[in-house]
């Protein structure tokens, strides 16, 4: 059964800095490039960070950019969103995906609320 599971969300003042995971199981994670996308109410979904199979590629979204940073390590199936200098306009509930070629998985989602 394929899991991805996040956690790490909350609340945090504006400023701050949160770290957030996604662990993956029921599938071989290596050969999925993972993303992290996240949604604010009444908003569409949109990309934040991406990281390829091996790892070797990052590519964030340009709002992002130099705050956040997405890894992974394939020994414990899990890929992670630091989050710094976090805005009120962040605030969302942050989904972790995998994909590759003819399969696309979605976790459930962590709510991040950045509030003073």
């Known amino acids: 059964q394929v899991q991805l599971v996040e956690s790490g969300g909350g609340l945090v003042q504006p400023g701050g800095s949160l770290r957030l995971s996604c662990a993956a199981s029921?599938?071989?994670?290596?050969?999925?490039?993972m993303s992290w996308y996240r949604q604010a109410r009444g908003k569409e979904r949109e990309s934040v960070a991406h990281?390829?199979?091996?790892?070797?590629?990052?590519t964030y979204g340009d709002t992002v950019k130099g705050r956040f940073t997405i890894s992974s390590d394939n020994a414990k199936n899990t890929v992670y969103l630091q989050m710094n200098s976090l805005k009120p306009d962040e605030t969302a509930v942050y989904y972790c995906?995998?994909?590759?070629?003819?399969?696309?998985?979605w976790g459930q989602g962590t709510q991040v609320t950045v509030s003073s």
């Open positions: 029921g599938f071989t994670f290596s050969g999925y490039a």
């Open positions: 995906n995998a994909r590759r070629v003819g399969k696309d998985y």
């Open positions: 990281i390829s199979r091996s790892g070797s590629t990052t």
